[in-house]
């Protein structure tokens, strides 16, 4: 059962839900599922990264891996150094959340004698910018002053490393339903005075067109690999997500750590209800019609479609592998076994475990590395291989 609202998240709905009505009257009565992300995830002062309601940690709705433990952001950074090493120059991070990852990477690379030049994060979320400077303010001098926060992806720059976690998921995207072997585009409209409902029509070209490059199969002959009422999500907007990062880049990484898998996994008939997921106070369903604006509505990353846009933008996937097998090459076992006294090991090994259990992030996660003129094994990618799986 999900957590009851406070008066003041009952008003907070009610604005997000007018914004929706009034987007749905504007569009003619219906409104495609990803510009209703917009609003209820992006929409300035109403969506739920602009607004600010607590996201992360226990006191929110979900615990990312930075979140969990300062294990994971060890070895992020330890991947990152070792471009670095090679490369010099800026990082910059994409939607840094509550700012542990930033934290714990800055820590983690000073450890290492590895500081970029600068630390840049770009944030959208005035909320969530605000919360990351609070957070990074209690950071040595010699690190705080090395961030800096970004409105806008810079034309020229000296980054060498991009980093995103769980931010890919985030991006708005459209839902398809396959029906008698028809594709339909599910939206929103309204229902009754104030409500609001899931309506689906038949889809436009393009999105026919994107349905049939996902899965390799004509529109037509949709309903023998798939069952009749196969709903899932198609991203279009990792293409130009993936093309803005690579014009930043200057010589070396982006790094993208999110929860997903290759197409091929992610359009399975198997899978017929499709990935998306909503949290709200750590509880997961797929409501995305409830409570506007107040939780977190994401869908699985589709790497297959990173890899492609990487292809595009001239970049080369120097790296693919899931969490548990990026965590173990990056040393989180050396950092368990270094860890005293007993009790902090414990404390340790428990967070491990969700890091790298397949029942918990270990596999669901994967991890990532596109790469520009960097001619070199990356470390984090030792213990495994699944580019062949893309």
């Known amino acids: 059962m999900l957590a009851s609202l406070s008066p003041d998240q009952k008003w907070h709905c009610e604005r997000v839900s007018v914004a929706v009505q009034?987007?749905?009257?504007?569009?003619?009565?219906?409104?495609?599922?990803?510009?209703?992300?917009?609003?209820?995830?992006?929409?300035?002062?109403?969506g739920y990264y602009s607004a600010g309601s607590q996201k992360f940690g226990m006191a929110g709705d979900f615990v990312t891996s930075p979140e969990l433990s300062g294990l994971f952001a060890r070895c992020v950074a330890r991947q990152?150094?070792?471009?670095?090493?090679?490369?010099?120059?800026?990082?910059?991070?994409l939607g840094a959340g509550?700012?542990?990852?930033?934290?714990?990477?800055?820590?983690?690379?000073?450890?290492?004698?590895?500081?970029?030049?600068?630390?840049?994060?770009?944030?959208?979320?005035?909320?969530?910018?605000?919360?990351?400077?609070?957070?990074?303010?209690?950071l040595p001098s010699a690190l705080r002053e090395r961030v800096q926060w970004l409105e806008a992806l810079p034309a020229t720059s000296n980054i060498a490393v991009m980093l995103s976690n769980e931010v890919a998921d985030?991006?708005?995207?459209?839902?398809?339903?396959?029906q008698s072997g028809a594709v339909f585009e599910r939206g929103v409209c309204l229902c009754g005075e104030r409500g609001l409902m899931q309506s689906d029509r038949p889809a436009d070209a393009p999105l026919r067109a994107e349905v049939e490059r996902a899965t390799g199969w004509a529109a037509h002959d949709l309903l023998g690999h798939w069952p009749d009422h196969y709903a899932s999500e198609v991203c279009l907007m990792t293409r130009p997500w993936i093309l803005a990062q690579a014009a930043a880049l200057a010589r070396g990484m982006i790094l993208l750590i999110d929860y997903g898998c290759s197409r091929r996994d992610y359009y399975h008939p198997q899978r017929a209800a499709g990935t998306l997921r909503c949290h709200f106070r750590h509880r997961a369903h797929d409501d995305a019609l409830?409570?506007?604006?107040?939780?977190d509505i994401s869908a699985w990353v589709d790497f297959t479609r990173i890899a492609e846009a990487a292809s595009d933008a001239n970049l080369q996937v120097s790296g693919y592998c899931n969490q548990t097998a990026f965590l173990l090459a990056t040393g989180i076992e050396q950092d368990l076994m270094a860890a005293s006294p007993p009790l902090e090991h414990a404390k340790l090994a428990a967070q491990a475990r969700?890091?790298?259990?397949?029942?918990?992030?270990?596999?669901?996660?994967?991890?990532?590395?596109?790469?520009r003129d960097l001619d070199m094994p990356l470390c984090g990618f030792a213990y495994q291989d699944l580019r062949g799986s893309l």
């Not at 985030?170 to 396959?178: G, N, Q, W």
């Open 80 to 93: 990152c150094a070792q471009v670095l090493q090679h490369t010099g120059g800026d990082m910059l991070e």
């Open 354 to 371: 969700r890091l790298l259990l397949p029942g918990e992030m270990g596999e669901n996660f994967k991890v990532m590395a596109l790469t």
């Open 290 to 295: 409830l409570y506007p604006g107040l939780q």
């Open 170 to 178: 985030a991006l708005p995207f459209k839902r398809f339903l396959i």
């Open 98 to 138: 509550s700012g542990a990852l930033a934290a714990g990477v800055l820590g983690m690379l000073h450890e290492l004698d590895q500081l970029p030049d600068r630390y840049l994060i770009l944030e959208v979320g005035a909320d969530l910018r605000d919360r990351q400077q609070q957070r990074l303010a209690s």
């Open 22 to 46: 009034e987007a749905i009257a504007a569009a003619g009565g219906w409104l495609s599922f990803d510009d209703y992300l917009r609003i209820v995830q992006y929409a300035p002062g109403l």
